[in-house]
């Protein structure tokens, strides 16, 4: 089993920024890929990023390319997620998720756990 816990997440003007930080535990080693997505009231979860395990494989949804960068630091088990440039529809809860196989995948029912959620507010 994998726990994840985000953090990070709380109220911002629009333009501003936030880091997101999601901590693992468990059998981390089996679950090489971390993705964040994210649901805002009434929508669907939507795919944000995802990263492999080595960091070098990384996918942004178009809404956020060149806005928000994720990262990990594997000797802490933790993924990261650099919110700059915040939109007010960048409002939702952000999920953190992990993966079993290391192939970077944008379906949020290819993800084997998942974390409670941060809620990101952003103001306009």
């Known amino acids: 089993q994998v726990q994840l816990v985000e953090s990070g997440g709380g109220l911002v003007q629009a333009g501003g920024s936030l880091r997101l930080s999601c901590a693992a535990s468990?059998?981390?080693?089996?679950?090489?890929?971390m993705g964040w997505f994210r649901q805002a009231p009434g929508k669907e979860r939507e795919f944000v990023a995802a990263i492999s395990w080595g960091g070098s494989s990384t996918v942004y949804a178009d809404s956020v390319k060149g806005r928000f960068t994720i990262s990990r630091d594997n000797a802490k088990n933790t993924v990261y997620l650099q919110m700059n440039s915040l939109k007010p529809e960048d409002t939702a809860v952000y999920y953190c998720?992990?993966?079993?196989?290391?192939?970077?995948?944008?379906?949020?029912?290819?993800?084997?756990?998942w974390g409670q959620g941060t809620q990101v507010t952003v103001s306009s």
């Open positions: 998720a992990a993966r079993h196989t290391n192939l970077v995948l944008t379906n949020a029912r290819e993800y084997d756990y």
């Open positions: 468990g059998r981390t080693f089996n679950t090489p890929v």
